[in-house]
């Protein structure tokens, strides 16, 4: 076992990219999660340096600076986290060597192009300072950057622990053998999410598809969709899926909320064969509730992503609140993967009510198809 007892500077590789609206943090759930390290290692380290990305920066967009991050976290730690403006350099190593802190966080990991093209040399430069690395970014831990898969290369280094639960939590899903195994997944693109269901399908007892991306679905089947959202380039693939040996359990709303303008708050339900070529599908209706809270009700493991409809609009949010608190509700082991479910549960129930919420939404996906991230089990676990 890597030695823990002593590890020096350390530099953690979190994922704090939290949503910001007009400089303030709508959902610090990742910030909380992230610094529940520090009383962990804080008597085996010398100073504690936090590094993480924040959204997709073109260049030093100082929209996207980690410094609200770092007011966040003294304030959930009451104790003062310093901002460094850099991610390296001289700056960098003088105050980690100097500053009466304890606790520092390095600016957005993004702002540097070495980041994303795992450039050796920078990370050899940002790691100088450092004697061990952690690495508890689940969220960027389907990516080949830097802090991914070079940082650890330079230092002593060890898998967090907010990776070992979500391995551990994501596992019982994805080693799965028991039946009543349902997915309910929703969100705008079908093509972000036709790995996921081909490899999903046979695996899971039902996989009930919302959100924009069931019209794709539905259209491959015949069916009028109006205006409602469509990738025609993936209707052969639907086609594909829902033909397979394994496409009767995927299973499709039955009515819907339409309206004829996003921007208007008009919203009539209407039965699925009732689609006028002006209608746009914005969520599904109430017996498509009642259909998937049957479905929800009977299942032992639940694995949720994306909302039913555009529930950011309070008119159109009908149908992922119904289903939010639904599955709030369930006995079944519930698991949730990231993003706009997450916002859904905030909004309209509360994260206690779920058995593991992910802080990954696009490595969840990615890890429950099976494939291998690069980030998953690199390091031995800092077993603390
Ligand atoms: P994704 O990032 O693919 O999970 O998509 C999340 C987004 O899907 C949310 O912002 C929703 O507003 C949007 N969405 C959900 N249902 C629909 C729909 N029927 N039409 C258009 N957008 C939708």
């Keep these: 076992m890597p030695n823990i007892d002593n590890l020096g500077n350390v530099l953690i590789r979190s994922d704090l990219n939290v949503p910001i609206k007009n400089g303030e943090i709508t959902d610090y759930y990742r910030i909380l999660k992230s610094v529940e390290i520090v009383k962990k290692i804080s008597n085996k380290s010398r100073t504690i340096t936090f590094v993480s990305h924040l959204g997709r920066p073109d260049g030093k967009d100082l929209k996207l600076s980690l410094r609200p991050v770092a007011v966040k976290m003294s304030e959930i730690l009451d104790k003062e986290v310093h901002f460094i403006e850099e991610t390296y350099g001289e700056k960098v190593e003088r ?28 990370s050899k430069q940002i790691t100088k300072p450092f004697d061990s690395y952690i690495f508890d970014a689940f969220g960027a831990a389907h990516r080949e950057h830097a802090s991914v898969v070079s940082f650890g290369e330079n230092l002593k280094s060890f898998q967090g622990p907010l990776m070992d639960k979500e391995i551990k939590e994501l596992d019982k899903l994805l080693k799965n053998n028991e039946s009543g195994y349902s997915v309910l997944l929703g969100g705008a693109k079908i093509s972000d999410k036709l790995n996921l269901i081909e490899k999903l399908l046979p695996k899971v007892e039902n996989l009930m598809v919302g959100g924009g991306m069931c019209f794709t679905l539905l259209k491959a089947l015949g069916y009028e969709i109006g205006k409602s959202l469509l990738e025609e380039s993936f209707i052969s693939k639907a086609e594909e899926l829902l033909n397979s040996d394994n496409g009767q359990k995927i299973i499709l709303p039955t009515d819907f909320g339409v309206t004829d303008s996003i921007d208007s708050s008009d919203r009539v339900n209407i039965k699925f064969s009732d689609f006028k070529n002006n209608h746009i599908g914005i969520d599904i209706g109430p017996q498509t509730v009642l259909d998937f809270e049957k479905i929800l009700n009977k299942s032992k493991n639940i694995f949720w992503n994306g909302p039913m409809g555009i529930f950011e609009k309070e008119e159109f949010s009908y149908g992922t ?22 916002s859904a549960i905030n909004k309209f129930s509360d994260k206690k009510y779920f058995n593991h ?3 990954g939404g696009g490595a969840s996906l ?3 198809e099976g494939k291998k991230l690069p980030g998953v089990n690199k390091y031995k676990s800092l077993i603390i």
């Excluded at 966080?105 to 980041?115: A, C, D, I, P, T």
């Excluded at 609140?321 to 997450?342: F, P, Q």
Aim: glycine share 8%.
């Design 366 to 368: 990615e890890y429950l």
């Design 321 to 342: 609140r119904k289903i939010t608190e639904a599955i709030s509700n369930l006995s079944g082991y519930t698991c949730v993967g990231g993003g706009d479910s997450v």
């Design 95 to 122: 105050q980690i060597e100097t500053s009466e802190s304890k606790i520092f966080l390095l600016e957005n990991l993004r702002y540097e192009k070495g980041e994303i093209d795992n450039d050796k040399n920078f």
């Design 357 to 359: 919420i992910s802080t």
